[in-house]
């Protein structure tokens, strides 16, 4: 059984939305942060958002503050990512990210796990 199971990807036109979502299994420790990374075609996988399971502080990349919003659902275990505003800069392969840390210091070291990703295609 795979630890995180990411979903929700899609095309979607430009300026649209989508919402992806990733399931955990096994029990979370609000030690933990979730979120969600990001890899382009020819590009290097990149952080995008993160929440804090027991506080729900939440840390964002630049290039997505103001159109994304990261979100989690204790009785099912979830994270939600609304992307909102979307541009054909955002097309990449999302991926769900399991931390143990703060938002803000999750990184691609420091991911214990990740969801299998998910293709947002952004395009007219």
């Known amino acids: 059984q795979a630890e995180l199971v990411d979903s929700g990807g899609g095309l979607v036109q430009p300026g649209g939305s989508l919402r992806l979502s990733c399931a955990a299994s096994g029990r979370i420790f609000s030690s933990f942060s979730m979120g969600w990374f990001r890899q382009a075609e020819g590009k290097e996988r990149e952080f995008v958002a993160a929440i804090n399971w027991g506080d729900r502080r939440t840390y964002y990349a630049d290039s997505v503050k103001g159109r994304f919003a990261v979100s989690k659902d204790s009785a099912t275990n979830s994270i939600y990512l609304q992307m909102n505003s979307l541009k054909p800069e955002d097309t990449a392969v999302y991926y769900c990210?399991?931390?143990?840390?703060?938002?803000?210091?999750?990184?691609?070291?420091?991911?214990?796990?990740w969801g299998q990703g998910t293709l947002v295609t952004v395009s007219s």
């Open positions: 990210a399991k931390h143990f840390g703060s938002p803000r210091a999750m990184s691609l070291t420091s991911v214990r796990a």
